[in-house]
């Protein structure tokens, strides 16, 4: 065990977020859960601490609004609550802000991540897992998945800014031999997450019958993992995870971007009762992202064989639960979202 899942103290970076509160709600439904749960959340625009209001008078959990790249802070919190662990989530993830903004990826991402690992370096017993994406990997072909030996090959700041995270958690790991241990998830949905992704926007574009945007052909291929699955495994590896690992943790289906749109509204369509071919007449073809990885997938078979661990959510049901729970969830509206990623493409965005 890398960490004591009983009752361990862990701290949880960036844990108002999607990825974080999921893995937050997941860990506190577990009634043989008797340790603490510490959120550090810094509370960025794509952060929302109604991610967390189901939770927040748990007695195992706390939130501290800050960010992880104050060494104080980080003591400050260790004297208080002696961590046991870290689970890293804390990072910016949108590929369309990387390409217009890129420093505070760097920021964040790399520099961020440094911090909490020299934390780690002064403090050895704490166990460090850092969350990263396959995205550092690059893009597939037709052809091939991603294994945990793949060459990286980011092609995002984003993702060159996850890439160079994760190397430093592996040289941390070898040259001060701490406790590691690192995943690459495919992409991640479900509910809570910032419209700013593709499913979420397309959901809320639905629902305020706005155009559904998509870049290029729509023949991109992701890899799509329901976001309480990505929590399980996380929470497998500090269960069965080995020190200095790396561990892929694929979902359970495979389409491109326009087979997936199709999937969402003919789903919605059915949930609503709206029209299908009107929701479909919306769809707009946008000038394609720079640099757009065309396919992502991963080889599960490590975690699977090591950990036990496979995602349990179909598509099926991961979009029904995701849609359903945007219908009755609709506070994080898309606002002028299309209009900003339109004018992005046109090079007018801030
Ligand atoms: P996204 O959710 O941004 O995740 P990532 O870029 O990390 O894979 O995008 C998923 C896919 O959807 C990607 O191929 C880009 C595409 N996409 C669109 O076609 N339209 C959109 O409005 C957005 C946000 C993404």
């Known amino acids: 065990m890398l960490v004591d899942i009983e009752k361990g ?39 929302n601490i109604e991610n967390l209001s189901s939770v927040q008078n748990d007695p195992r959990y706390r939130f501290v609004k800050g960010n992880i790249n104050e060494k104080e802070l ?6 208080e609550f002696h961590l046991d662990g870290i689970i890293h989530f804390a990072a910016e993830t949108h590929v369309d802000r990387s390409i217009k903004n890129p420093e505070i990826f760097i920021h964040t991402n790399i520099l961020g991540t440094y911090q909490l690992l020299e934390f780690v370096r002064a403090h050895p017993s ?16 037709e052809e091939g998945v991603f294994t945990e030996k793949s060459p990286y090959a980011p092609n995002s700041p984003y993702s060159a800014s996850k890439a160079a995270s994760d190397h430093l ?24 997450q910032f419209p700013e992704k593709f ?19 729509g023949k991109n291929i992701r890899n799509w993992l329901y976001v309480e699955d990505h929590a399980e495994a996380i929470w497998n590896i500090l269960e069965r995870g080995k020190k200095k690992e790396v561990y892929n943790i694929g979902g359970t289906s495979e389409l491109s971007n326009l087979d997936l749109l199709h999937s969402i509204i003919s789903f919605y369509a059915k949930i609503t009762g709206k029209n299908q071919e009107e929701l479909a007449s ?7 992202r720079p640099g757009h990885d065309f396919r992502y997938a991963i080889d599960g078979s490590k975690i699977s064989h090591e950990i036990g661990w496979k995602a349990k959510h179909s598509l099926l049901e991961g979009l029904s639960k995701t849609i359903e729970w945007y219908l009755i969830h609709p506070y994080k509206k898309t606002g002028d979202y299309v209009k900003w990623i339109e004018l992005q493409y046109a090079g007018e965005a801030t």
């Not at 980080?74 to 004297?79: A, D, M, N, R």
């Open 9 to 47: 103290h862990l701290l949880v970076t960036g844990g108002a977020g999607f990825m974080g509160s999921a893995f937050i709600r997941f860990v506190l439904q577990k009634t043989n859960f008797s340790g603490l749960l510490i959120n550090l959340d810094l509370l960025t625009y794509a952060e």
């Open 74 to 79: 980080l003591e400050q919190i260790h004297k």
């Open 126 to 141: 704490i166990h460090f897992h850092h969350i990263s994406t396959d995205e550092v990997y690059g893009s597939l072909k």
């Open 169 to 192: 958690v592996r040289s941390f790991g070898e040259t001060y031999d701490l406790s590691t241990t690192l995943s690459h998830a495919s992409n991640n949905y479900g509910p809570y």
């Open 199 to 217: 499913i979420p926007l397309m959901i809320l574009s639905c629902m305020e019958e706005k155009s559904l945007p998509i870049y290029g052909t």
């Open 282 to 288: 919306r769809i707009t073809y946008l000038p394609d």
